[in-house]
């Protein structure tokens, strides 16, 4: 028997391995022992390899219909072949906000990711999404925040619901098929508890709390995460009979929000909830499980547990999808609320539009870590500009409106189909849209390329049916993950960084060009000097200028930066 509680996720051992395997695969190429190749060239394979050092790897091969994508699947700890129930929708249950407070860009970034993989499955892959998102809105963190509001729970709950709701469509995520709270569903939560308790899985207490028994579980416990036992923990001041046991139903402190229950006065365990909500729609399947990378353990194992134990089932979830955290910009911390490191959806579309949000999540995989920065976010933007710009050149072309020479028509129609190939391959390989992204920008590279070659001669044979195509795939692509090249509005904070931007690029040259030495002799030199101060004196009033408004400019040999005290994480953001 172990404690999960103290278990320990051990990823380690497993980059040690990986590293002394693929160093004696490549020693023995180098020497040319085929034996030796053979080996480590098994031994690399992640399943003999997981065997090999006592981690087990879970998942019984889903059955139904295969949807052509491959996804990194956290119970198999590899890419598999996404395979769902039904042969036109796939069911899919996201864990959704605990509702206390402001919806911040690590809650976006998470929900912005998931909804463009959704978005594909939909209109690349054909799958309909069947999706459900629990809403927590009660648990302690809720009434505590609503206790020192002053507030009731529900109140609160519903309050912050309702503003991640605006938040989520402000961002253009795709409302799920719905959305369930946990206050709505006690009934069928104390039924499922009930159910787990007469599968010999649970227990009630005399306090009126009910715990998991996870020594039920035997060795069944840990699907999710490498784990390495640790030794069985004594409960600790808690009526549990063991230390790792975890609550179903939590017994009522004094002036707290309860329901009647055959335990008592009391309310659900955090885990419960979406073992419940997940099954009143799709029963004892789901196809896939989504929610943040900090979810998998101990949420997700718990809710497997729970559900494999009330629906006395092997495999309850097929595919659990997790996403990477994002990051303040050289922080180790993900965003959080409880850190206080957070920036607001609202104050984010305060300066960027949901659109340049998207770009920016579209350049990692779902899985990486990201980190954001003001930086990132222009690189988004800029980037959306030149997919704009094309846009716009190559309607222009098409209309006669933009003169160019002889286009090679025939390398277009090669690259188009290339890139329509490499999109669709890059997005079967667990949603690759980097790899998607950088498909597209090359496409647009080579259409560029071709426009270019303007000339004032009208005349000459034309090839607006390429561009024509290119446009229209193009724009299909970013309608496809909910990035609109329409109505391309600049938010006007957004402008002003682009302005600051720009007016520092100019500065800097006027700056070059008045300390150039470019003089023949001293005095000249001398002279050049004296006749060019008044820019430098131009340049450094701007400096003062600018600092007045919060912008700092710092010379350095060759370059200036900028930077601006940012009010919104009280960090120094770099501007260039
Ligand atoms: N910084 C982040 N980056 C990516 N995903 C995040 C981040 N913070 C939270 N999430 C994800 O958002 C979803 C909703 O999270 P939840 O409401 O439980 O917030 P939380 O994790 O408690 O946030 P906080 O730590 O700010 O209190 C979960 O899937 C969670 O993993
Ligand atoms: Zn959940």
Redesign the pocket.
């Known amino acids: 028997m172990f404690n999960p509680n103290e278990l320990q996720v051990d990823t380690s051992y497993y980059t040690y391995l990986m590293d002394g395997m693929v160093a004696l695969l490549w020693y023995c190429i180098r020497r040319q022992c085929h034996l030796g190749m053979q080996v480590s060239f098994v031994l690399l394979r992640g399943d003999v390899l997981c065997a090999c050092i006592g981690v087990q790897t879970y998942g019984v091969s889903p059955e139904g219909h295969d949807t052509g994508v491959r996804v990194y699947n956290s119970l198999t700890r590899r890419k598999d072949p996404l395979i769902v129930g039904r042969a036109d929708a796939a069911s899919w249950y996201?864990?959704?906000?605990?509702?206390?407070?402001h919806?911040?860009?690590?809650?976006a970034?998470?929900?912005v990711r998931f909804d463009i993989i959704r978005r594909i499955l939909t209109r690349v892959f054909g799958y309909n999404v069947i999706m459900v998102m629990g809403i927590?809105d009660v648990d302690d963190?809720i009434i505590h925040r609503a206790s020192e509001m002053n507030m009731s729970p529900a109140s609160l709950a519903n309050l912050y619901e309702e503003e991640f709701k605006q938040d989520m469509a402000a961002l253009k995520v795709l409302p799920p098929t719905v959305y369930v709270r946990v206050t709505e569903t006690i009934p069928q939560i104390i039924s499922f508890i009930e159910g787990i308790i007469a599968n010999g899985h649970a227990y009630s207490t005399a306090q009126g709390n009910v715990y998991f028994d996870l020594q039920s579980r035997g060795d069944k416990y840990g699907k999710l995460v490498g784990v390495v036992p640790g030794p069985l923990g004594e409960p600790v001041d808690s009526d549990k009979r063991h230390a790792s046991d975890f609550a179903l139903w939590k017994a009522a402190k004094p002036q707290e929000v309860f329901w009647a229950s055959p335990w008592g006065k009391g309310r659900p365990g955090w885990h419960i909830e979406c073992s419940t909500i997940s099954s009143l729609v799709f029963g004892s399947q789901l196809d896939i499980h989504?929610?943040?990378?900090?979810?998998a353990f101990p949420h997700h194992e718990n809710e497997i547990a729970q559900c494999e134990a009330f629906h006395q089932c092997k495999q309850w979830g097929n595919y659990f999808l997790?996403?990477?955290?994002?990051?303040v910009k050289g922080k180790e911390e993900?965003?959080?609320?409880?850190?206080k490191n957070?920036i607001t959806i609202k104050d984010f579309l305060k300066t960027f539009s949901p659109d340049v949000f998207r770009l920016f999540c579209m350049r990692s995989s779902y899985r990486a870590a990201?980190d954001y920065s003001d930086g990132t976010m222009l690189e988004a933007k800029h980037l959306l500009l030149v997919v704009a710009a094309f846009v716009e050149d190559a309607r222009a072309y098409m209309k006669g409106q933009l003169v160019c020479g002889p286009i090679r028509d025939d390398v277009l129609w090669e690259r188009l189909c290339h890139t329509q190939e490499a999109v669709k391959a890059a997005l079967a390989d667990d949603f690759n849209t980097p790899a998607a992204v950088d498909a597209i920008m090359d496409l647009i590279h080579h259409g560029n390329r071709q426009l270019k070659a303007r000339t004032k001669e009208p005349g000459g044979p034309r090839s607006p049916a390429v561009f024509g195509s290119i446009v229209s795939y193009i724009k299909q692509f970013f309608e496809t993950v909910g990035i609109s090249l329409a109505d391309r509005q600049v938010c006007p904070a957004l402008l002003v960084l682009l302005v600051v931007e720009e007016l520092v690029r100019f500065r800097l040259k006027v700056r070059l060009f008045a300390l150039a030495t470019e003089a023949a002799t001293r005095e000249a030199g001398r002279q050049q000097f004296l006749d060019r101060r008044p820019l430098l004196e131009a340049c450094d009033t701007l400096r003062q200028d600018l600092a007045a408004h919060g912008i700092s400019i710092k010379d350095r040999s060759s370059t200036s930066t900028w930077e601006l005290l940012d009010h919104r994480t009280q960090d120094h953001k770099p501007g260039s």
Request: proline share 3%.
């Open positions: 996201s864990c959704g906000p605990t509702v206390y407070d919806a911040h860009l690590g809650h970034c998470s929900y927590t963190k989504s929610g943040g990378v900090d979810l997790h996403s990477g955290h994002l990051h993900k965003m959080s609320k409880s850190l957070y990201i």
